[in-house]
């Protein structure tokens, strides 16, 4: 459904899990909030075209680590690199130095993020949630970025409802928005923050399929940070468990939900799979 | 004689309605630089640069701690000591404006944090830049909101200018004490300027009122 014959620009190309370069690279990365050691001296990769699920309670750093990706967070020490660029630090005259929002805006197009509250433009339609950042960052014509805007919008069911607002959406409704104006914008990672937890349950089926088929049909890197168990399971080619600022551990969903070895993930995945 | 003078009373209302223009005059002048000056000090309060935010925000807090009157004073009797002479109309357009702008800024800037903080981490994950999400994203959304203390700010300024009589502007009041001067007869005319004042700011509150119920409904 992604990959689209009546619009082959729209695939993404299919990248090459098996490639040298990791697409995402956290290189001993520490964050605190005040007082609270949020991440100490985080280590990670994830492959181009990786799928990784991000669990554990939370407080254990999860969505900081995309917060961190997005440029919303900036790391306190260590350096993450993203298509093999660092994020936060640019050369200058043979030195490394912070980056600049220059060098961040660039990096960005690389990033896309999907947050747990939509945060779609509430005085828009939703046609121009999804062409306002090709228009204005990609410097797309605006016919072509509404048509564009108009398939993605058909890609993830929505098609008649392009001249709505926000407002008049179901909150699965929107989080399906969100995803379109999110893809538009063509980045190589996305990141999901716990995108159906602020959802009725009824809703949180038809976001997951959504997920699913960008997941199946693209090469897109995904990092996802969710409590839904069953949906991380189906998804994500890796389970990384966090727990108090580091990784516990991590290996395929198979065998995290089926034999995990740490006593803590044993104790959390037990609480989780209650609560449901 | 009698206490109140209807033939009087008919024959001064023509200078009280060339007043009441000077007045609608100033109101609307004053609030449109209020307006815009306002809102460039609110931006201004929040530049990433320390010194600018800094100096807006001092700037704001001596105009707002001291009265309009002496501003007036220092636009039209001050600037012209030191050479720069206005006319006292433009010195109480400019009076009025910077006074009412520290107050709109306040306005703007309460309205801008009124927007949530996921609509800027949408923009700036968007990539948008900084000009497009104030002009795009957040302005838009600010300013339904600021509409009703705007309007607010706009009535107290209309009923402060008769204070632009310090300065030789001729308003309402200004014209209320001319025709009442050359009569003698003082309360035909101010009674008359009290209630043009009262016709006008009464209903333009109860505008408000519902414009502000309207936008708390959204």
């Known amino acids: 459904m992604f990959s689209s014959t009546r619009h082959p620009q729209e695939a993404v190309q299919t990248a090459d899990i098996e490639t040298e370069q990791p697409m995402v690279r956290f290189n001993s990365i520490m964050k605190a909030f005040g007082d609270q050691v949020v991440l100490n001296e985080l ?17 254990s750093g999860k969505t900081t680590i995309l917060r961190m990706l997005m440029t919303l967070e900036r790391p306190d020490a260590g350096t993450i690199y993203v298509d093999g660029d660092p994020l936060w630090h640019m050369e200058r005259n043979g030195t490394t130095v912070p980056a600049d929002e220059r060098h961040l805006r660039q990096m960005r197009t690389k990033i896309g993020m999907v947050f747990q509250q939509f945060n779609l433009f509430p005085h ?39 001249d709505y607002r926000p407002s008049q959406l179901s909150g699965g409704q929107q989080q399906r928005v969100a995803i379109a104006r999110a893809i538009a914008m063509r ?7 716990e995108v159906t937890s602020a959802l009725d ?36 080619d890796r389970v990384l468990m966090f727990d108090q600022g580091r990784i516990i551990e991590s290996g395929p969903p198979e065998r995290i939900f089926t034999h995990p070895e740490n006593d803590r993930t044993k104790s959390f995945l037990r609480a989780v799979l209650e609560a449901t | 004689m009698n206490v109140w003078d209807w033939n009087f009373a008919a024959s001064i209302i023509p200078s009280l309605l060339d007043g009441l223009l000077v007045t609608l005059e100033a109101t ?18 929040y530049s990433p640069l320390f010194v600018v935010s800094k100096a807006a925000w001092g700037f704001i807090e001596v105009v707002r701690s001291t009265p309009l009157l002496v501003q007036l004073y220092i636009w039209f009797f001050l600037l012209a000591q030191w050479g720069i002479t206005l006319g006292s109309m433009t010195a109480g357009v400019l009076g009025l404006g910077v006074h009412y702008a520290t107050y709109t ?42 509409i009703p203390a705007l309007g607010n700010y706009v009535v107290s300024m209309f009923k402060e200018t008769p204070l632009l009589l310090t300065i030789g502007v001729l308003d309402i009041l200004g014209q209320a004490r001319g025709a009442g001067a050359e009569a003698y007869r003082f309360i035909e005319p101010y009674t008359l300027a009290g209630i043009l004042f009262l016709a006008l700011s009464y209903p333009s509150s109860i505008l408000i009122r519902r414009l502000e119920r309207r936008v708390l409904q959204h």
Not at chain 1, 43 to 59: F, M
Not at chain 2, 109 to 127: F, H, S, T
């Open chain 2, 105 to 146: 800024a306040e306005v703007y800037r309460a309205g801008i944090d009124a927007v949530p903080r996921g609509q800027w981490e949408a923009a700036r994950a968007l990539n948008l830049p900084r000009g497009r999400t104030w002009v795009g994203i957040v302005l838009p959304q600010a300013i339904p909101r600021m």
């Open chain 1, 187 to 193: 980045p190589k990672v996305m990141l999901f923050d």
């Open chain 1, 201 to 236: 349950p009824e809703l949180v089926a038809e976001v997951h399929a959504v997920l699913r088929d960008l997941a199946t049909e693209t090469g897109m890197t995904m990092l996802l940070v969710t409590h839904e168990m069953n949906f991380a399971r189906d998804i994500a």
């Open chain 2, 28 to 45: 609307a002048l004053g609030s449109l630089l209020a307006f815009v000056l306002g809102l460039m000090l609110a931006l201004l309060r």
């Open chain 1, 124 to 162: 828009m339609t939703v046609l121009r949630n999804i062409a306002e950042a090709p228009i204005r960052v990609l410097g797309i014509p605006r016919a072509e970025a509404e048509e564009r805007a108009r398939h993605l919008l058909d890609q993830v069911g929505l098609a008649g409802k392009a």
């Open chain 1, 43 to 59: 280590d990670l990769e994830v492959g181009s075209g990786e799928k990784v699920a991000l669990i554990g309670p939370s407080g």
